[in-house]
Protein backbone atom coordinates (compact mmCIF):
# COMPACT_ATOMS: atom_id res chain seq x y z
CA UNK A 1 0.00 0.00 0.00
CA UNK A 2 1.52 3.45 -0.61
CA UNK A 3 1.73 6.25 1.30
CA UNK A 4 -0.94 8.46 0.41
CA UNK A 5 -4.18 6.92 2.53
CA UNK A 6 -7.80 6.27 0.70
CA UNK A 7 -10.36 8.10 3.17
CA UNK A 8 -13.88 8.43 2.69
CA UNK A 9 -17.15 10.61 3.80
CA UNK A 10 -17.42 9.01 7.27
CA UNK A 11 -13.53 9.56 8.45
CA UNK A 12 -12.90 12.81 6.64
CA UNK A 13 -13.25 15.16 9.26
CA UNK A 14 -11.60 12.78 11.95
CA UNK A 15 -8.49 13.19 8.66
CA UNK A 16 -8.71 16.39 8.04
CA UNK A 17 -9.28 17.75 11.52
CA UNK A 18 -5.60 18.71 12.66
CA UNK A 19 -2.67 19.67 10.82
CA UNK A 20 -1.68 20.49 7.04
CA UNK A 21 -3.97 17.71 5.01
CA UNK A 22 -4.15 17.45 1.44
CA UNK A 23 -6.73 16.04 -0.18
CA UNK A 24 -7.17 14.62 -3.97
CA UNK A 25 -10.78 14.48 -4.70
CA UNK A 26 -10.39 11.59 -7.55
CA UNK A 27 -11.73 8.28 -9.57
CA UNK A 28 -10.14 5.47 -11.23
CA UNK A 29 -11.85 6.36 -14.96
CA UNK A 30 -10.14 10.06 -14.45
CA UNK A 31 -6.28 9.79 -16.28
CA UNK A 32 -5.16 13.22 -15.04
CA UNK A 33 -6.07 11.71 -11.67
CA UNK A 34 -4.15 8.52 -12.37
CA UNK A 35 -1.12 11.00 -13.58
CA UNK A 36 -1.12 12.86 -10.12
CA UNK A 37 -1.24 9.92 -7.64
CA UNK A 38 2.43 9.04 -8.28
CA UNK A 39 3.11 12.48 -7.94
CA UNK A 40 2.17 12.52 -4.51
CA UNK A 41 3.32 9.15 -3.53
CA UNK A 42 6.59 10.99 -3.88
CA UNK A 43 5.55 14.43 -2.71
CA UNK A 44 4.82 12.40 0.61
CA UNK A 45 7.72 10.82 1.16
CA UNK A 46 9.75 14.19 0.15
CA UNK A 47 7.34 16.45 3.44
CA UNK A 48 6.70 13.41 5.67
CA UNK A 49 5.56 14.08 8.98
CA UNK A 50 4.69 17.91 8.16
CA UNK A 51 1.69 17.31 6.13
CA UNK A 52 -0.70 14.30 4.51
CA UNK A 53 -1.77 13.36 1.72
CA UNK A 54 -5.00 11.63 1.56
CA UNK A 55 -7.42 10.22 -2.11
CA UNK A 56 -10.88 10.78 -1.53
CA UNK A 57 -12.87 8.77 -4.65
CA UNK A 58 -15.18 11.11 -5.46
CA UNK A 59 -18.13 8.03 -7.07
CA UNK A 60 -18.04 6.46 -4.22
CA UNK A 61 -17.89 9.29 -1.38
CA UNK A 62 -20.60 12.21 -3.36
CA UNK A 63 -21.32 13.79 0.33
CA UNK A 64 -17.91 15.16 0.71
CA UNK A 65 -17.62 15.86 -2.52
CA UNK A 66 -20.84 17.57 -3.14
CA UNK A 67 -20.45 19.37 -0.03
CA UNK A 68 -17.11 21.02 -1.45
CA UNK A 69 -18.46 21.98 -4.88
CA UNK A 70 -16.08 19.36 -6.63
CA UNK A 71 -17.30 19.64 -10.41
CA UNK A 72 -13.92 18.55 -11.93
CA UNK A 73 -11.08 16.16 -11.04
CA UNK A 74 -8.67 15.63 -10.49
CA UNK A 75 -9.67 18.70 -7.62
CA UNK A 76 -6.70 18.59 -4.58
CA UNK A 77 -7.70 20.77 -1.33
CA UNK A 78 -5.53 22.28 1.42
CA UNK A 79 -7.11 21.40 4.75
CA UNK A 80 -5.02 23.32 8.20
CA UNK A 81 -6.51 21.95 11.17
CA UNK A 82 -9.96 21.31 9.46
CA UNK A 83 -10.47 24.32 7.58
CA UNK A 84 -10.00 24.25 3.39
CA UNK A 85 -7.67 26.61 3.19
CA UNK A 86 -6.03 26.60 -0.46
CA UNK A 87 -7.56 24.49 -3.40
CA UNK A 88 -6.08 23.81 -6.95
CA UNK A 89 -7.69 21.72 -10.09
CA UNK A 90 -6.26 19.54 -12.28
CA UNK A 91 -3.13 17.63 -12.88
CA UNK A 92 0.12 19.65 -12.40
CA UNK A 93 3.78 19.30 -11.57
CA UNK A 94 4.77 18.39 -8.23
CA UNK A 95 6.54 21.72 -7.61
CA UNK A 96 2.87 22.94 -7.70
CA UNK A 97 1.81 20.89 -5.21
CA UNK A 98 4.81 21.50 -3.35
CA UNK A 99 4.45 25.43 -3.15
CA UNK A 100 0.75 25.22 -2.48
CA UNK A 101 1.68 22.82 0.46
CA UNK A 102 4.76 24.90 1.45
CA UNK A 103 2.56 28.12 2.33
CA UNK A 104 0.84 26.21 5.69
CA UNK A 105 3.60 24.50 6.99
Known amino acids: MGLVQEITDQN ?8 V ?5 WAPWCGPCRMVAPVLEDLQKEMGEKVSIVKMNVDENPDTAMKFGITSIPTLMVFKNGEMVDRTVGAAPK ?11
Open 95 to 105: EHYKTILGKHT
Open 21 to 25: VMVDF
Open 12 to 19: FTSKTGSG
